[in-house]
């Protein structure tokens, strides 16, 4: 997803540099373990040397700008390459999701803030419980889709891992299906959960390339969010719904409060009631306003992020 969101990136005062988080051999990947182990010494182990000659041009000056990188031992051992006095991290992930279990990722968190100067989240509510910096979700302008490969359009898009949202997915189904439209939900099985065999039915067992998710959210009229416990900030979905102008279901109660909100595009559901989900989808389509845009924009973004001065890398 760093990938895609970079894709076609130039900006003059900003130099991307992108490293391999975990190494192909295991020689490799033990001397990862022994530099991650040893923050305060260099010992030319990890990350790989082509990075790390990168990381050396890197002046005291710059501003750095670590883009969705939550690995702790990664970020502490490429710190020990960079002289920037500026550190700033964006956690792309709430932060429940870092690690395993809660209090873990609490840890890292703490254990970051003695790294970086600012540690940058989506997720409203990791902002306030942690002391961290609120940012916009980030995102980029996508090509329109040509007419050739528009193909057959689903009314209703969805894709992503179970993690718990199976049951709410299926109600919408339902719905959806009441109301004579039609859709296409990619779920993912849960890793190691067996499931019965009725609900084994509507899951697959892998994740589909983004370029492929993309294609099938830019054909959908609207787009599906249904998040996580433990998250309030807007997905990835949401930032597709808002720059592939689709309208979108969420059950996402802060939805409401973002400044692109529009009941015309957003619908925000605690129950599935298919009659509201019928009167949303008769509702005129009102165009997102580029303004609305311009904050999750990834060149505006990294400036908002991590203000530059003079030159910077990220």
């Excluded at 990136?9 to 051999?25: C, G, K, N, Q, V």
Aim: hydrophobic share 45%; with cysteine.
């Amino acid at each position: 997803m760093a990938s895609f969101v970079f894709e076609g990136y130039s900006d003059e005062d900003t130099r991307l540099i992108a490293y391999r988080e975990m190494p192909d051999s295991w020689m490799g990947r033990i001397g990862r373990g022994i530099e991650s182990s040893l923050r305060g010494t260099r010992l030319g182990l990890y990350p790989d040397a082509t990075t790390r000659r990168r990381l050396g041009t890197i002046a005291s000056t710059d501003v750095v700008l670590f883009f969705a990188m939550e690995n702790l031992h990664n970020i502490a051992s490429i710190a020990k390459y960079v002289s920037a006095r500026r550190l700033h991290v964006f956690l792309w992930n709430p932060v429940a999701r870092i690690k395993q279990s809660l209090a873990h990722s609490r840890r890292q968190v703490a254990q970051l803030k003695a790294i970086a100067d600012d540690i940058h989240t989506f997720d409203q509510d990791d902002a306030m419980a942690y002391g961290l910096h609120i940012a916009p979700q980030p995102y980029r302008h996508v090509p329109a889709l040509a007419g050739a490969d528009a193909g057959i359009r689903p009314a209703f898009y969805f894709s992503g891992v179970d993690k718990g949202r199976l049951g709410l997915l299926l109600e919408l189904k339902a719905a959806i299906e009441q109301l004579g439209l039609d859709h296409h939900f990619h779920v993912v099985a849960d890793r190691g959960k067996a499931y019965a065999p009725p609900l084994r039915a509507h899951l697959q067992d892998h994740w589909i390339p983004y370029a492929r998710n993309l294609r099938a959210s830019q054909r959908a009229a609207c787009l599906v969010e249904i998040i996580q416990h433990h998250q309030s900030g807007p997905t990835l979905r949401s930032m597709e719904a808002l720059f592939l102008q689709k309208k979108i279901v969420t059950n996402r109660a802060s939805a409401r409060d973002d400044r692109f909100f529009d009941p015309d595009r957003v619908l925000v559901i605690d129950r599935v009631d298919a009659a509201e989900i019928g009167a949303f989808m008769r509702r005129p389509f009102k165009p997102v306003e580029p303004g609305l845009l311009a904050p999750h924009e990834i060149h505006a973004w990294i400036r908002q992020v991590a203000p530059l001065g003079g030159r910077a890398a990220g």
